[in-house]
Protein backbone atom coordinates (compact mmCIF):
# COMPACT_ATOMS: atom_id res chain seq x y z
CA UNK A 1 0.00 0.00 0.00
CA UNK A 2 1.80 3.24 -1.22
CA UNK A 3 1.57 6.21 1.05
CA UNK A 4 -0.94 9.14 -0.15
CA UNK A 5 0.38 11.88 -2.54
CA UNK A 6 1.53 14.80 -1.51
CA UNK A 7 -1.03 17.46 -3.24
CA UNK A 8 -4.46 16.50 -2.31
CA UNK A 9 -6.62 19.37 -2.58
CA UNK A 10 -6.79 21.97 0.51
CA UNK A 11 -10.80 22.55 0.00
CA UNK A 12 -11.62 18.89 0.48
CA UNK A 13 -13.42 18.76 4.03
CA UNK A 14 -11.89 16.68 6.61
CA UNK A 15 -14.13 13.76 6.44
CA UNK A 16 -13.72 13.72 3.06
CA UNK A 17 -9.99 13.79 3.73
CA UNK A 18 -10.16 11.30 5.89
CA UNK A 19 -11.54 8.56 4.19
CA UNK A 20 -9.13 9.53 1.50
CA UNK A 21 -6.10 9.04 3.52
CA UNK A 22 -7.23 5.93 4.98
CA UNK A 23 -6.72 2.35 4.00
CA UNK A 24 -9.13 0.95 1.18
CA UNK A 25 -10.34 -2.13 1.11
CA UNK A 26 -12.91 -4.63 -1.20
CA UNK A 27 -15.89 -5.42 0.60
CA UNK A 28 -16.45 -8.79 0.34
CA UNK A 29 -19.26 -10.97 2.27
CA UNK A 30 -19.62 -7.91 4.82
CA UNK A 31 -15.87 -7.65 5.37
CA UNK A 32 -13.68 -4.80 4.33
CA UNK A 33 -10.85 -6.98 3.23
CA UNK A 34 -7.16 -6.48 0.72
CA UNK A 35 -7.32 -7.93 -2.40
CA UNK A 36 -6.01 -11.75 -2.75
CA UNK A 37 -3.27 -11.12 -4.59
CA UNK A 38 -1.77 -7.98 -2.64
CA UNK A 39 -1.69 -5.21 -5.53
CA UNK A 40 -3.32 -1.77 -5.17
CA UNK A 41 -3.23 0.89 -8.24
CA UNK A 42 -3.16 4.41 -8.13
CA UNK A 43 -6.38 7.39 -8.21
CA UNK A 44 -5.64 10.13 -9.65
CA UNK A 45 -7.27 13.91 -9.20
CA UNK A 46 -7.98 14.74 -13.04
CA UNK A 47 -7.84 18.61 -12.46
CA UNK A 48 -3.64 18.05 -11.78
CA UNK A 49 -2.90 14.06 -12.54
CA UNK A 50 -1.81 13.82 -9.37
CA UNK A 51 -1.88 10.78 -7.33
CA UNK A 52 -4.79 11.04 -4.78
CA UNK A 53 -4.48 7.32 -2.91
CA UNK A 54 -3.99 3.94 -3.65
CA UNK A 55 -7.24 0.94 -4.07
CA UNK A 56 -6.92 -2.45 -4.06
CA UNK A 57 -7.03 -3.89 -7.77
CA UNK A 58 -9.18 -7.14 -7.54
CA UNK A 59 -8.97 -10.09 -10.11
CA UNK A 60 -10.69 -12.91 -10.79
CA UNK A 61 -9.77 -14.71 -7.41
CA UNK A 62 -11.77 -11.83 -5.57
CA UNK A 63 -14.56 -11.98 -7.97
CA UNK A 64 -14.88 -16.06 -7.07
CA UNK A 65 -14.76 -14.96 -3.58
CA UNK A 66 -17.59 -11.95 -3.84
CA UNK A 67 -19.50 -14.62 -6.16
CA UNK A 68 -19.67 -17.25 -3.84
CA UNK A 69 -20.34 -14.52 -0.79
CA UNK A 70 -23.31 -13.34 -3.13
CA UNK A 71 -24.67 -16.49 -4.19
CA UNK A 72 -24.47 -18.06 -0.32
CA UNK A 73 -26.68 -14.68 0.86
CA UNK A 74 -29.42 -15.18 -1.80
CA UNK A 75 -29.41 -19.27 -1.99
CA UNK A 76 -29.16 -19.66 2.14
CA UNK A 77 -29.10 -16.15 4.00
CA UNK A 78 -31.41 -14.38 5.20
CA UNK A 79 -31.82 -12.18 2.98
CA UNK A 80 -34.34 -13.93 0.60
CA UNK A 81 -36.10 -15.11 3.82
CA UNK A 82 -36.59 -11.33 4.95
CA UNK A 83 -39.56 -8.93 4.85
CA UNK A 84 -39.55 -7.12 1.95
CA UNK A 85 -40.51 -4.15 4.36
CA UNK A 86 -37.51 -4.92 6.33
CA UNK A 87 -35.43 -4.54 3.30
CA UNK A 88 -37.20 -1.31 2.14
CA UNK A 89 -36.27 -0.41 5.98
CA UNK A 90 -32.78 -1.26 5.28
CA UNK A 91 -32.61 0.67 1.94
CA UNK A 92 -34.13 3.90 4.16
CA UNK A 93 -31.79 3.75 6.32
CA UNK A 94 -28.78 3.93 3.53
CA UNK A 95 -30.19 6.72 1.79
CA UNK A 96 -30.67 8.29 5.70
CA UNK A 97 -26.75 7.72 6.00
CA UNK A 98 -26.03 8.43 2.63
CA UNK A 99 -27.82 12.15 3.08
CA UNK A 100 -26.23 12.75 6.05
CA UNK A 101 -22.97 12.95 4.53
CA UNK A 102 -24.36 14.80 1.18
CA UNK A 103 -20.90 17.42 1.36
CA UNK A 104 -18.51 14.48 2.19
CA UNK A 105 -19.48 12.45 -0.95
CA UNK A 106 -20.40 15.53 -3.26
CA UNK A 107 -16.54 16.43 -1.90
CA UNK A 108 -14.77 12.93 -3.26
CA UNK A 109 -17.12 12.72 -6.33
CA UNK A 110 -16.06 16.57 -7.40
CA UNK A 111 -11.84 14.90 -6.21
CA UNK A 112 -12.22 11.68 -8.03
CA UNK A 113 -13.76 12.36 -11.05
CA UNK A 114 -13.17 16.10 -11.49
CA UNK A 115 -17.27 17.30 -11.03
CA UNK A 116 -18.10 20.58 -9.81
CA UNK A 117 -18.57 20.32 -6.60
CA UNK A 118 -21.43 22.57 -6.09
CA UNK A 119 -22.99 20.26 -8.70
CA UNK A 120 -21.99 16.93 -7.34
CA UNK A 121 -24.23 18.50 -4.31
CA UNK A 122 -27.08 19.59 -5.30
CA UNK A 123 -27.41 16.83 -8.09
CA UNK A 124 -25.25 13.74 -7.73
CA UNK A 125 -25.80 13.40 -3.78
CA UNK A 126 -29.26 13.94 -3.64
CA UNK A 127 -30.53 12.30 -6.89
CA UNK A 128 -28.82 8.96 -5.42
CA UNK A 129 -30.57 9.25 -2.35
CA UNK A 130 -33.94 9.51 -3.63
CA UNK A 131 -33.17 6.91 -5.84
CA UNK A 132 -32.67 4.52 -2.94
CA UNK A 133 -35.86 6.10 -0.99
CA UNK A 134 -37.86 5.87 -4.27
CA UNK A 135 -36.66 1.90 -4.89
CA UNK A 136 -37.24 1.45 -1.09
CA UNK A 137 -40.98 1.65 -1.66
CA UNK A 138 -40.78 -1.04 -4.49
CA UNK A 139 -39.74 -3.68 -1.88
CA UNK A 140 -43.28 -4.60 -1.02
CA UNK A 141 -44.51 -3.39 -4.15
CA UNK A 142 -43.24 -5.98 -7.00
CA UNK A 143 -47.15 -7.69 -7.17
CA UNK A 144 -48.20 -10.66 -9.70
CA UNK A 145 -51.64 -11.33 -11.22
CA UNK A 146 -54.40 -13.21 -11.32
CA UNK A 147 -55.33 -14.42 -14.78
CA UNK A 148 -58.60 -15.83 -15.91
CA UNK A 149 -58.00 -19.03 -18.26
CA UNK A 150 -59.76 -19.83 -21.56
CA UNK A 151 -58.78 -23.50 -21.00
CA UNK A 152 -61.63 -23.27 -17.78
CA UNK A 153 -63.03 -21.99 -14.86
CA UNK A 154 -61.89 -24.85 -12.52
CA UNK A 155 -58.19 -23.09 -12.64
CA UNK A 156 -56.75 -20.37 -10.46
CA UNK A 157 -53.69 -18.79 -12.30
CA UNK A 158 -51.76 -16.56 -11.23
CA UNK A 159 -47.88 -14.89 -11.52
CA UNK A 160 -45.16 -14.16 -8.87
CA UNK A 161 -42.59 -11.93 -9.69
CA UNK A 162 -39.15 -13.62 -7.87
CA UNK A 163 -35.74 -12.21 -7.56
CA UNK A 164 -33.26 -12.80 -10.48
CA UNK A 165 -31.00 -13.82 -8.20
CA UNK A 166 -27.07 -13.33 -8.04
CA UNK A 167 -26.38 -10.09 -9.97
CA UNK A 168 -23.15 -8.57 -11.59
CA UNK A 169 -22.55 -4.84 -11.77
CA UNK A 170 -20.53 -2.81 -13.77
CA UNK A 171 -20.53 0.82 -14.21
CA UNK A 172 -18.78 4.23 -15.32
CA UNK A 173 -16.97 6.62 -14.15
CA UNK A 174 -18.89 10.06 -15.44
CA UNK A 175 -21.24 9.57 -12.28
CA UNK A 176 -20.16 7.04 -9.98
CA UNK A 177 -21.92 7.48 -6.95
CA UNK A 178 -24.92 7.77 -8.95
CA UNK A 179 -24.86 5.07 -11.14
CA UNK A 180 -23.99 2.50 -8.05
CA UNK A 181 -27.05 4.10 -6.68
CA UNK A 182 -29.54 3.07 -10.17
CA UNK A 183 -27.62 -0.15 -10.48
CA UNK A 184 -28.03 -1.61 -6.55
CA UNK A 185 -31.32 0.49 -5.80
CA UNK A 186 -33.35 -2.28 -8.34
CA UNK A 187 -31.30 -5.11 -7.20
CA UNK A 188 -32.13 -4.55 -3.23
CA UNK A 189 -35.30 -3.85 -3.68
CA UNK A 190 -36.57 -7.36 -5.53
CA UNK A 191 -34.33 -9.17 -2.94
CA UNK A 192 -31.39 -9.60 -5.57
CA UNK A 193 -27.81 -9.99 -4.66
CA UNK A 194 -24.89 -7.98 -5.77
CA UNK A 195 -21.42 -7.66 -6.97
CA UNK A 196 -20.58 -4.08 -7.91
CA UNK A 197 -17.84 -3.54 -9.67
CA UNK A 198 -16.91 -0.23 -9.60
CA UNK A 199 -14.62 1.90 -12.89
CA UNK A 200 -11.26 1.67 -12.19
CA UNK A 201 -10.73 6.07 -12.52
CA UNK A 202 -13.22 6.67 -10.14
CA UNK A 203 -13.80 4.20 -6.98
CA UNK A 204 -13.76 6.18 -3.76
CA UNK A 205 -17.22 7.52 -3.48
CA UNK A 206 -18.49 3.58 -4.19
CA UNK A 207 -15.78 2.64 -1.30
CA UNK A 208 -17.21 4.83 0.83
CA UNK A 209 -20.76 3.95 0.07
CA UNK A 210 -19.40 -0.08 0.76
CA UNK A 211 -18.84 1.18 4.89
CA UNK A 212 -22.59 2.90 5.03
CA UNK A 213 -24.05 -0.68 3.34
CA UNK A 214 -22.29 -2.18 5.92
CA UNK A 215 -23.00 0.23 9.14
CA UNK A 216 -27.08 0.18 7.60
CA UNK A 217 -27.13 -3.26 8.59
CA UNK A 218 -27.40 -5.17 4.69
CA UNK A 219 -26.73 -9.05 5.78
CA UNK A 220 -23.23 -10.30 4.50
CA UNK A 221 -22.75 -11.10 1.06
CA UNK A 222 -26.04 -8.63 0.02
CA UNK A 223 -23.48 -6.17 -1.27
CA UNK A 224 -20.01 -6.90 -2.45
CA UNK A 225 -18.18 -4.45 -3.99
CA UNK A 226 -14.99 -3.97 -6.18
CA UNK A 227 -11.90 -2.03 -7.68
CA UNK A 228 -10.38 -3.04 -10.38
CA UNK A 229 -9.47 -3.24 -14.31
CA UNK A 230 -12.05 -4.27 -16.78
CA UNK A 231 -9.90 -6.95 -17.90
CA UNK A 232 -9.02 -8.71 -14.79
CA UNK A 233 -11.78 -8.05 -13.08
CA UNK A 234 -14.70 -6.86 -14.93
CA UNK A 235 -14.42 -9.37 -17.77
CA UNK A 236 -14.37 -12.46 -15.19
CA UNK A 237 -17.61 -10.94 -13.27
CA UNK A 238 -19.27 -10.66 -16.08
CA UNK A 239 -18.49 -14.47 -17.54
CA UNK A 240 -18.90 -16.19 -14.11
CA UNK A 241 -21.25 -18.94 -14.56
CA UNK A 242 -22.91 -18.69 -10.73
CA UNK A 243 -23.80 -15.32 -11.88
CA UNK A 244 -27.73 -14.87 -12.83
CA UNK A 245 -27.70 -11.49 -14.28
CA UNK A 246 -25.41 -8.73 -15.57
CA UNK A 247 -26.09 -4.79 -15.81
CA UNK A 248 -23.58 -2.71 -17.40
CA UNK A 249 -23.22 0.81 -17.85
CA UNK A 250 -20.24 1.90 -20.01
CA UNK A 251 -19.33 2.44 -24.26
CA UNK A 252 -21.05 0.22 -26.59
CA UNK A 253 -18.00 -1.52 -27.32
CA UNK A 254 -17.55 -2.85 -24.00
CA UNK A 255 -21.35 -3.55 -23.80
CA UNK A 256 -21.15 -5.70 -27.01
CA UNK A 257 -18.12 -8.03 -25.37
CA UNK A 258 -20.37 -7.99 -22.31
CA UNK A 259 -23.14 -9.50 -24.16
CA UNK A 260 -21.12 -12.28 -25.71
CA UNK A 261 -19.57 -13.05 -22.82
CA UNK A 262 -22.98 -13.34 -21.14
CA UNK A 263 -23.93 -16.40 -23.18
CA UNK A 264 -21.72 -18.97 -21.33
CA UNK A 265 -24.58 -19.39 -19.02
CA UNK A 266 -26.95 -17.14 -20.88
CA UNK A 267 -27.37 -14.85 -17.72
CA UNK A 268 -29.68 -12.02 -18.04
CA UNK A 269 -28.26 -9.18 -19.28
CA UNK A 270 -29.08 -5.14 -19.75
CA UNK A 271 -26.75 -2.73 -20.82
CA UNK A 272 -26.95 1.10 -20.67
CA UNK A 273 -24.52 1.90 -23.78
CA UNK A 274 -23.87 5.22 -25.56
CA UNK A 275 -25.71 8.04 -27.28
CA UNK A 276 -25.58 11.03 -29.83
CA UNK A 277 -28.85 12.85 -28.67
CA UNK A 278 -29.70 15.66 -30.76
CA UNK A 279 -31.05 19.11 -29.66
CA UNK A 280 -33.70 20.02 -32.11
CA UNK A 281 -34.66 23.63 -31.36
CA UNK A 282 -37.56 25.23 -33.81
CA UNK A 283 -37.80 28.68 -35.44
CA UNK A 284 -40.59 29.40 -33.18
CA UNK A 285 -38.72 28.14 -29.59
CA UNK A 286 -38.39 30.78 -26.54
CA UNK A 287 -35.29 31.23 -27.64
CA UNK A 288 -33.48 32.03 -24.79
CA UNK A 289 -34.46 29.05 -23.04
CA UNK A 290 -33.23 26.68 -26.02
CA UNK A 291 -29.55 28.23 -26.29
CA UNK A 292 -29.24 27.92 -22.21
CA UNK A 293 -31.21 24.59 -22.75
CA UNK A 294 -29.05 23.16 -25.55
CA UNK A 295 -25.66 23.97 -23.89
CA UNK A 296 -26.26 22.94 -20.81
CA UNK A 297 -27.19 19.82 -22.43
CA UNK A 298 -24.24 19.33 -23.70
CA UNK A 299 -21.53 21.07 -21.31
CA UNK A 300 -23.02 19.72 -17.87
CA UNK A 301 -20.53 17.04 -16.68
CA UNK A 302 -17.94 18.41 -19.27
CA UNK A 303 -20.19 16.72 -21.55
CA UNK A 304 -19.51 13.12 -20.10
CA UNK A 305 -23.01 11.78 -20.12
CA UNK A 306 -24.46 9.18 -22.00
CA UNK A 307 -27.43 11.19 -22.87
CA UNK A 308 -25.46 14.56 -23.80
CA UNK A 309 -27.10 16.68 -26.55
CA UNK A 310 -24.11 16.12 -28.82
CA UNK A 311 -26.04 17.17 -32.21
CA UNK A 312 -27.58 20.29 -31.89
CA UNK A 313 -30.21 20.81 -35.03
CA UNK A 314 -31.49 24.47 -35.70
CA UNK A 315 -33.80 25.79 -37.75
CA UNK A 316 -31.55 28.03 -40.65
CA UNK A 317 -33.63 31.13 -39.75
CA UNK A 318 -31.90 30.83 -35.84
CA UNK A 319 -28.98 28.80 -36.69
CA UNK A 320 -26.54 31.73 -36.39
CA UNK A 321 -28.17 32.87 -33.35
CA UNK A 322 -28.14 29.67 -31.35
CA UNK A 323 -24.29 29.18 -32.74
CA UNK A 324 -23.78 32.96 -31.43
CA UNK A 325 -25.67 32.11 -28.17
CA UNK A 326 -23.93 28.63 -27.27
CA UNK A 327 -20.36 30.43 -28.19
CA UNK A 328 -21.13 33.27 -25.70
CA UNK A 329 -21.86 30.62 -23.06
CA UNK A 330 -18.93 28.50 -23.68
CA UNK A 331 -16.31 31.34 -24.15
CA UNK A 332 -17.76 32.44 -19.92
CA UNK A 333 -17.94 29.41 -18.92
CA UNK A 334 -15.64 29.31 -15.58
CA UNK A 335 -13.45 26.28 -16.04
CA UNK A 336 -11.38 25.32 -13.00
CA UNK A 337 -10.86 22.20 -10.16
CA UNK A 338 -14.04 20.62 -8.62
CA UNK A 339 -13.47 21.46 -5.63
CA UNK A 340 -13.42 25.35 -6.13
CA UNK A 341 -16.73 26.26 -5.25
CA UNK A 342 -16.54 29.22 -8.49
CA UNK A 343 -16.05 26.14 -10.61
CA UNK A 344 -18.77 25.96 -13.76
CA UNK A 345 -16.82 23.33 -15.43
CA UNK A 346 -13.67 20.60 -14.19
CA UNK A 347 -11.69 18.74 -16.33
CA UNK A 348 -12.37 15.25 -17.68
CA UNK A 349 -12.14 11.96 -15.88
CA UNK A 350 -8.19 11.52 -17.16
CA UNK A 351 -5.85 11.26 -19.46
CA UNK A 352 -7.33 8.52 -21.75
CA UNK A 353 -10.07 10.60 -22.08
CA UNK A 354 -8.94 14.10 -22.47
CA UNK A 355 -6.37 12.19 -25.21
CA UNK A 356 -10.17 10.60 -26.76
CA UNK A 357 -11.75 14.20 -26.58
CA UNK A 358 -8.72 16.42 -28.17
CA UNK A 359 -8.09 13.88 -31.16
CA UNK A 360 -11.90 14.24 -31.66
CA UNK A 361 -11.24 18.08 -32.19
CA UNK A 362 -8.18 17.61 -34.49
CA UNK A 363 -10.59 15.12 -36.23
CA UNK A 364 -13.03 17.78 -36.64
CA UNK A 365 -11.03 20.48 -37.57
CA UNK A 366 -8.55 18.37 -40.25
CA UNK A 367 -12.00 17.41 -41.60
CA UNK A 368 -12.25 20.83 -42.27
CA UNK A 369 -15.31 21.76 -39.31
CA UNK A 370 -15.77 25.27 -38.26
CA UNK A 371 -14.89 25.99 -34.49
CA UNK A 372 -17.05 29.05 -33.22
CA UNK A 373 -16.10 28.38 -29.68
CA UNK A 374 -12.81 26.59 -27.85
CA UNK A 375 -11.92 23.55 -29.85
CA UNK A 376 -8.33 23.33 -27.84
CA UNK A 377 -7.15 22.38 -23.86
CA UNK A 378 -7.45 24.77 -21.32
CA UNK A 379 -4.38 25.41 -19.05
CA UNK A 380 -1.68 22.85 -19.26
CA UNK A 381 -2.42 21.20 -16.60
CA UNK A 382 -5.01 18.25 -15.55
CA UNK A 383 -7.29 17.24 -18.30
CA UNK A 384 -9.34 20.72 -19.15
CA UNK A 385 -11.02 20.96 -21.92
CA UNK A 386 -12.70 24.12 -23.26
CA UNK A 387 -16.41 23.69 -24.50
CA UNK A 388 -16.68 24.00 -28.41
CA UNK A 389 -18.93 24.40 -30.85
CA UNK A 390 -18.57 23.25 -34.07
CA UNK A 391 -20.42 23.79 -36.98
CA UNK A 392 -20.04 23.32 -40.66
CA UNK A 393 -19.97 19.51 -40.25
CA UNK A 394 -22.15 16.33 -41.46
CA UNK A 395 -22.48 12.77 -41.14
CA UNK A 396 -19.22 10.87 -42.06
CA UNK A 397 -17.54 12.84 -40.32
CA UNK A 398 -16.02 11.20 -36.90
CA UNK A 399 -17.15 14.22 -34.57
CA UNK A 400 -20.56 13.91 -36.40
CA UNK A 401 -20.88 10.14 -36.13
CA UNK A 402 -18.98 8.94 -33.12
CA UNK A 403 -19.65 9.86 -29.61
CA UNK A 404 -16.97 12.21 -28.16
CA UNK A 405 -17.89 12.31 -24.49
CA UNK A 406 -16.43 15.53 -24.05
CA UNK A 407 -18.03 19.38 -23.76
CA UNK A 408 -18.25 19.37 -27.72
CA UNK A 409 -21.09 20.02 -29.77
CA UNK A 410 -21.44 19.55 -33.33
CA UNK A 411 -24.44 21.85 -35.35
CA UNK A 412 -26.24 21.50 -38.02
CA UNK A 413 -29.45 23.50 -39.69
CA UNK A 414 -32.79 22.13 -41.14
CA UNK A 415 -34.53 24.11 -43.46
CA UNK A 416 -37.60 25.88 -43.68
CA UNK A 417 -39.26 23.19 -45.98
CA UNK A 418 -38.09 20.21 -44.13
CA UNK A 419 -40.90 18.33 -43.10
CA UNK A 420 -41.01 17.07 -39.43
CA UNK A 421 -40.34 13.16 -41.02
CA UNK A 422 -37.47 14.35 -43.02
CA UNK A 423 -36.38 16.40 -39.55
CA UNK A 424 -36.43 13.29 -37.90
CA UNK A 425 -34.27 11.07 -40.30
CA UNK A 426 -31.79 13.34 -40.11
CA UNK A 427 -32.23 13.33 -36.27
CA UNK A 428 -32.53 9.87 -35.74
CA UNK A 429 -29.38 8.82 -38.62
CA UNK A 430 -27.05 7.27 -35.80
CA UNK A 431 -26.38 3.79 -34.31
CA UNK A 432 -28.05 5.40 -31.11
CA UNK A 433 -31.30 6.02 -29.30
CA UNK A 434 -30.67 7.03 -26.11
CA UNK A 435 -32.46 10.57 -25.59
CA UNK A 436 -33.41 13.36 -27.44
CA UNK A 437 -34.66 17.41 -27.00
CA UNK A 438 -37.03 19.51 -28.45
CA UNK A 439 -37.12 22.87 -28.29
CA UNK A 440 -40.64 24.17 -29.45
CA UNK A 441 -43.81 26.78 -28.29
CA UNK A 442 -45.74 24.66 -31.00
CA UNK A 443 -47.59 21.74 -28.61
CA UNK A 444 -48.75 19.99 -32.02
CA UNK A 445 -44.98 19.83 -33.23
CA UNK A 446 -43.39 19.08 -30.15
CA UNK A 447 -45.81 15.83 -29.51
CA UNK A 448 -45.40 15.15 -33.49
CA UNK A 449 -42.06 14.83 -33.28
CA UNK A 450 -41.51 13.36 -29.66
CA UNK A 451 -43.18 10.24 -31.92
CA UNK A 452 -40.79 10.50 -34.85
CA UNK A 453 -37.84 10.24 -32.39
CA UNK A 454 -36.06 6.68 -32.03
CA UNK A 455 -35.44 6.93 -28.23
CA UNK A 456 -35.66 5.98 -25.01
CA UNK A 457 -36.51 9.49 -23.65
CA UNK A 458 -37.27 12.53 -25.55
CA UNK A 459 -37.74 15.75 -23.65
CA UNK A 460 -39.52 18.98 -24.68
CA UNK A 461 -38.07 22.34 -23.84
CA UNK A 462 -35.69 20.52 -21.30
CA UNK A 463 -32.57 18.40 -21.27
CA UNK A 464 -31.29 15.94 -18.58
CA UNK A 465 -34.29 15.81 -16.41
CA UNK A 466 -34.25 12.35 -14.53
CA UNK A 467 -35.94 11.45 -11.70
CA UNK A 468 -36.34 8.05 -10.16
CA UNK A 469 -39.74 7.38 -11.25
CA UNK A 470 -38.58 7.44 -15.10
CA UNK A 471 -37.61 4.78 -17.18
CA UNK A 472 -34.26 5.17 -18.97
CA UNK A 473 -32.56 3.64 -21.14
CA UNK A 474 -31.75 2.94 -24.66
CA UNK A 475 -33.36 2.19 -28.30
CA UNK A 476 -31.12 0.37 -30.89
CA UNK A 477 -27.14 0.43 -29.73
CA UNK A 478 -27.91 2.34 -26.89
CA UNK A 479 -28.81 -0.63 -24.67
CA UNK A 480 -31.01 -3.05 -23.59
CA UNK A 481 -33.42 -3.25 -20.90
CA UNK A 482 -34.10 0.17 -18.92
CA UNK A 483 -33.19 1.64 -15.23
CA UNK A 484 -35.22 3.01 -12.95
CA UNK A 485 -39.35 3.57 -12.69
CA UNK A 486 -41.42 0.98 -12.11
CA UNK A 487 -39.80 -0.79 -15.71
CA UNK A 488 -36.65 -1.37 -14.08
CA UNK A 489 -38.43 -3.78 -11.79
CA UNK A 490 -38.74 -6.53 -14.64
CA UNK A 491 -34.79 -6.75 -15.17
CA UNK A 492 -34.34 -7.79 -12.22
CA UNK A 493 -36.98 -10.23 -11.38
CA UNK A 494 -38.19 -13.46 -13.04
CA UNK A 495 -42.05 -14.34 -13.55
CA UNK A 496 -43.15 -17.20 -12.44
CA UNK A 497 -46.95 -18.35 -13.64
CA UNK A 498 -48.58 -21.24 -10.93
CA UNK A 499 -51.71 -22.43 -12.20
CA UNK A 500 -53.69 -24.95 -9.95
CA UNK A 501 -56.60 -27.47 -10.37
CA UNK A 502 -59.72 -26.44 -8.43
P1 LIG B 1 -15.78 1.28 -20.60
O1 LIG B 1 -14.48 0.71 -20.96
O2 LIG B 1 -17.00 0.80 -21.27
O3 LIG B 1 -15.92 1.10 -19.01
C1 LIG B 1 -17.12 0.92 -18.26
C2 LIG B 1 -16.91 -0.15 -17.19
O4 LIG B 1 -16.69 -1.42 -17.79
C3 LIG B 1 -15.72 0.08 -16.28
O5 LIG B 1 -16.03 -0.38 -14.98
C4 LIG B 1 -14.69 -0.77 -16.95
O6 LIG B 1 -13.58 -1.09 -16.16
C5 LIG B 1 -15.47 -1.98 -17.31
N1 LIG B 1 -14.88 -2.81 -18.35
C6 LIG B 1 -13.97 -2.48 -19.29
N2 LIG B 1 -13.68 -3.53 -20.08
C7 LIG B 1 -14.42 -4.56 -19.64
C8 LIG B 1 -14.58 -5.92 -20.03
N3 LIG B 1 -13.92 -6.44 -21.06
N4 LIG B 1 -15.46 -6.69 -19.34
C9 LIG B 1 -16.15 -6.19 -18.30
N5 LIG B 1 -16.04 -4.92 -17.88
C10 LIG B 1 -15.18 -4.11 -18.54
O7 LIG B 1 -15.75 2.84 -20.75
P2 LIG B 1 -14.43 3.74 -20.75
O8 LIG B 1 -13.29 3.09 -21.44
O9 LIG B 1 -14.18 4.15 -19.37
O10 LIG B 1 -14.95 4.97 -21.61
C11 LIG B 1 -14.90 4.85 -23.01
C12 LIG B 1 -16.10 5.43 -23.67
O11 LIG B 1 -17.27 4.79 -23.17
C13 LIG B 1 -16.36 6.90 -23.37
O12 LIG B 1 -15.60 7.74 -24.17
C14 LIG B 1 -17.82 6.99 -23.67
O13 LIG B 1 -18.02 7.12 -25.04
C15 LIG B 1 -18.36 5.66 -23.21
N6 LIG B 1 -18.96 5.73 -21.87
C16 LIG B 1 -20.30 5.70 -21.77
C17 LIG B 1 -20.89 5.80 -20.52
C18 LIG B 1 -22.36 5.79 -20.33
O14 LIG B 1 -22.84 6.31 -19.33
N7 LIG B 1 -23.12 5.17 -21.21
C19 LIG B 1 -20.10 5.93 -19.37
C20 LIG B 1 -18.72 5.92 -19.52
C21 LIG B 1 -18.17 5.81 -20.77
P3 LIG B 1 -12.34 -0.08 -16.22
O15 LIG B 1 -12.77 1.04 -15.34
O16 LIG B 1 -11.21 -0.86 -15.69
O17 LIG B 1 -12.16 0.32 -17.66
MG1 LIG C 1 -12.16 1.32 -19.97
Same mark, same amino acid.
Not at 166 to 188: C, T
Not at 447 to 474: E, Q, S, Y
Given at each position: ?????P????R?????????????QL????????????????????????E?????????????????????????????A???SK?????????????????E???L??????K???????????????????????????????????????????????????V?????????????????????? #? *?? &???? +? !???? /????? %????? $????????????????G??????????A?D??????? #? *?? &???? +? !???? /????N %????? $?????????????????????????????????????? *?S?L?A???????V??????????????P????????????S????????????????? *?????????????????????????V??G?????E??????????????????????????D??????????????????????????????????????????????K??G???????????N???????????
Amino acid at each position: MAAAAPAIDPRLGADALSFVNSRHQLYIDGKFTASSNGKTFAVYNPATGEEICQVPEADHVDVDRAVHAARRAFDSGPWPAMLPSKRGQLMQRLAELLEQHTDEFAELESLDNGKPVSVARVADVPLAVDLFRYMSGWSTKTLGSTIPLSAGNDYLSYTVREPIGVVAQIIPWNFPLLMAAWKLGPALA #T *GC &TVIL +K !LAEQ /TPLTG %LRLAQ $LIDQAGFPPGVVNVLTGFGEPCGAPLAAHDRVDKVAF #T *GS &TEVG +K !LIAK /TATGN %LKKVT $LELGGKSPAIIFPDADMDAAIAGAASAIFFNQGQCCCA *GSRLFAHESVFDKVIDGMSNIAAKIKIGPGLDPATELGPLVSEEQFDRVTGFLKSGKDQ *GAKVNAGGNRSGDRGYFVQPTVLSDVQPGMKVVDEEIFGPVVVAQSFATDADLDRLAAQANDTIYGLAASIWTRDISAAHKMARRIKAGTVWVNCHNVFDAALPFGGYKQSGWGREMGAEVLNNYTEVKAVTVKL
